[in-house]
């Protein structure tokens, strides 16, 4: 049997930078960063008092009337799901005609912790008879997929990941799986997440893995630079239309790139740093090579997951120069989180918005916050400006808690 191609005909955002896709790519070319004091709750109680948070947000615009009556239930990630997938379907043009032939991967990695956390409230305050009779269905990481299913009718493969902050690239990788078989001609893939929270902040700051750079939000995620101190927590979902070629060819879609391959394995290493010789890291990006048929002196762009934390972008680094045989001059490697924040299980699907846009417009994204290289990150690639050039291959990179490991090659479309 032919080996059928997946493309990208659509994508939908709601993260710091922007409430849309166009408004996210104008932010990022510009180098311009979202994170900021928290004004979501009171911080005076954790370490950790920023965050890059959605801004002028109205969950409501998303919904129709009838469909408001359950959605005021809905979690907060939930919403940014809900918002995304408009844009996403709407920019794809694509319709369900068959419902059984489309299908949905949606993942978190962490869920309705909103709920959560206002149930557990609830319980310690006032007993176990007001907790919510809503909490345990909307408190799944799953049930975003569930609901969008619900708002468009989409009857065929729906599923969730939840594999920490990778979990949007396997949404992604194993979506295209699907496409690939046989067994849909669409799928909607992507994250969702909202979990700017006094329980989340404080959890991440107690286990010293956010920045605490308090007085320079701005500047608090500097992935790569040797004063860097942690992540900087974001929210949003990012969620693409991955789509059979012949299926959008065939009705006349703007195909946007091309999903050539994917990779994932596990570190097996520790709970949550990575192994420290970006072991298991190097093996994801060299399988989406051999899976893609790829040269690594083609690839033009590399988005690591490049968090800010001390351990992981050293060992991100030694991955990516053990892949290019230490020889990084022809290419481009750079980390959009010190812009947007870390989005979690959101942070692949909108990072790979990102890279989808670089090979449509022919553009790489800055990096920003590097005011001194760490030395022992050797990379000489880490671009300070917008490149400009014809980019025909990009590698997006995202590592989770528990050793996840996970890459996605996209190219322009051959």
């Not at 109680?45 to 408001?68: G, N, R």
């Not at 909202?194 to 308090?214: C, D, K, Q, Y």
Request: glycine residues 10%; proline residues 4%.
């Amino acid at each position: 049997m032919e080996t059928r191609r997946v493309v990208i005909t659509g994508m939908g955002t709601i993260n710091p930078l922007g409430n849309n896709v166009e408004e996210t790519w104008k932010s990022v070319l510009a180098g311009r960063c979202a994170v900021g004091k928290i004004t979501k709750f009171d911080t005076s109680s954790v370490p950790c008092q920023i965050a890059a948070e959605i801004k002028d947000f109205d969950y409501k615009k998303y919904y129709t009337e009838e469909q408001l009556k359950i959605a005021k239930r809905m979690d907060l990630f939930c919403h940014y799901a809900a918002a995304a997938m408009k844009e996403a379907y709407e920019s794809s043009g694509v319709k369900i005609e068959d419902p059984y032939r489309t299908g949905l991967i949606i993942g978190s990695g962490i869920g309705g912790l909103t709920v959560q956390h206002e149930n557990s409230v609830a319980l310690a305050t006032k007993g176990a008879r007001r907790i919510s009779p809503f909490y345990i269905p909307l408190s799944i990481g799953n049930i975003a997929a569930g609901f969008i299913s619900m708002l468009y009718g989409i009857k065929g493969p729906n599923m969730s990941v939840q594999t920490a902050c990778a979990t949007s690239n396997h949404a992604i990788a194993v979506s295209s799986m699907i496409i690939k078989t046989g067994m849909a001609d669409v799928m909607f893939a992507g994250g969702a997440e909202g979990t700017i929270s006094e329980l989340a902040v404080g959890g991440f700051s107690n286990m010293r893995a956010v920045s605490v750079r308090n007085d320079s939000p701005e500047t608090a995620s500097r992935p790569f630079d040797k004063d860097r101190d942690g992540f900087v927590m974001g929210e949003g979902s990012g969620i693409l239309v991955l789509e059979e070629y012949e299926h959008a060819r065939k009705r006349g879609a703007n195909i946007i790139c091309e999903l050539l391959s994917s990779g994932m394995t596990g570190d097996a290493y520790d709970f949550v740093a990575p192994d420290p010789e970006g072991n298991g890291a190097y093996a994801s990006m060299k399988m989406a090579l051999n899976m893609g048929g790829i040269n690594p002196q083609d690839i033009d762009y590399i988005n690591t997951h490049g968090t800010s934390t001390p351990v992981g972008d050293i060992a991100e680094s030694k991955a990516i120069l053990k892949l290019l045989n230490n020889d990084d001059k022809n290419i481009c490697v750079g980390s959009t989180k010190s812009m947007h924040g870390h989005v979690l299980g959101a942070a692949a699907a909108v990072e790979g918005i990102i890279c989808a846009l670089a090979i449509r417009d022919g553009k790489i994204p800055p990096n920003i916050n590097i005011f001194n290289q760490d030395p022992e990150i050797k990379l000489k690639s880490l671009n300070m400006e917008v490149v400009k050039k014809d980019v025909k291959t990009v590698l997006s990179n995202s590592f989770g808690f528990g050793g996840h490991n996970s890459t996605i090659a996209l190219g322009k479309l051959r």
